[in-house]
């Protein structure tokens, strides 16, 4: 059984190219004085269908009907009233038509898809938290041995994309303050003054020093030694 673990990178080289067409795709009714916009919103119709946008649809087909067939009645020298009506018919669709497709682009084009998960083991009970530890163990020793090597793994930067499991660190020295208060004892005000100390003074070597500069009961020091790490 699986779970999502921390984010991956993504690697999508096409973003921009997509994000260009779907603009064009929306401007297609004003650059066309309108006339794309049944193209536009009959294309978003086909990939996300909506009653909204069958409404849109059939409201900007009709107005431009109308616009032409006011336009034919009259000929060259149309009443003001048939003037107005055709350019009413014409740019107003074409102004509204591209508003709407730009509010829905991003449901119809899917732009932002869910990022990509790690999946990392889980099993139940004592398993999960036995395995855990281990990897704690595992990460600190990685740490110890090459602190570069830590870093580029992401030990304990949960706020990180990384791929490698750590068993739940935090490196006391560079993670940032919401990561920090999520450690049992850490309040916001502890996590700002440990960044000022480590900005000022340098990092951490220890809980000791830790305990030293904030301010944290005693009955929180045994979950603090089990997850906070002190990479340099």
Known sequence: ??????????RNRSRALTE??????ALLPLLTCG?????????????????????????????????FGVAGEFGRTPPLWADVVFYVGVFFPAIVATLHLFVIRGQVWALYPPADRVPVAREAGAEAVDRARRLREQARRTAAADPMLAKRLAIGRPDLPRQFDDGGLVDINHAPPQVLTSLP????????????????????????????????????????????????
């Open 1 to 10: 059984m699986t779970a999502p673990g921390p984010l991956a990178p993504q």
């Open 20 to 25: 260009v067409g779907t603009v064009l795709w």
């Open 35 to 67: 006339f794309g916009a049944p193209i536009s919103l009959g294309i978003a119709l086909a990939k996300r269908r909506s009653a909204l946008t069958l409404v849109a649809l059939i409201v900007h087909g009709a107005l431009l009907v109308a616009a």
């Open 185 to 232: 004892g850490v309040t916001p005000e502890g996590a700002r003054q440990i960044r000022e100390r480590v900005e000022l003074v340098g990092p951490f070597t220890s809980l000791g020093e830790v305990l030293l500069v904030v301010e944290i009961s005693p009955a929180f020091e045994h979950h603090l030694n089990e997850y906070a790490i002190f990479i340099p």
